[in-house]
């Protein structure tokens, strides 16, 4: 069983930057992938990007794209996402996940298809 814990939030300005941190413990050789989450107060879970664990195949949203960079320490059995040029409607709860099924290097961008999840970190962005 792979246990995600998520650190690094916290309050920015807009335009600032924040660099979250996704730390896989237990089983992380078991991890498929890590993908990760945010959710709005009174929005949904939404996608913002993963990354597969072995050969570093990323995805973004398109409201995060050439803003946000997902990367992976596999030594450290981490994976990072910076958060540049944030935006006040970039606040919400951040949570990695991982996802642990073998996808043929495929990602998946729904939250249902993640297995294990952190318990999330906050990040507020203000105006």
């Known amino acids: 069983q792979v246990q995600p814990v998520e650190s690094g939030g916290g309050l920015v300005q807009a335009g600032g930057s924040l660099r979250l941190s996704c730390a896989a413990s237990g089983r992380p050789f078991s991890v498929y992938a890590i993908g990760w989450f945010r959710q709005a107060p009174g929005k949904e879970r939404e996608f913002v990007a993963a990354?597969?664990?072995?050969?570093?195949?990323?995805y973004y949203a398109d409201s995060v794209k050439s803003r946000f960079t997902i990367s992976k320490n596999n030594a450290k059995n981490t994976v990072f996402l910076q958060m540049n040029s944030l935006k006040p409607e970039n606040t919400a709860v951040y949570c990695c996940?991982?996802?642990?099924?073998?996808?043929?290097?495929?990602?998946?961008?729904?939250?249902?298809?993640?297995?294990?999840w952190g318990q999330g970190t906050q990040v507020t962005v203000s105006s």
């Open positions: 996940a991982a996802d642990s099924v073998y996808r043929g290097g495929g990602l998946k961008l729904k939250a249902g298809d993640y297995g294990y």
């Open positions: 990354i597969t664990w072995h050969g570093g195949r990323t």
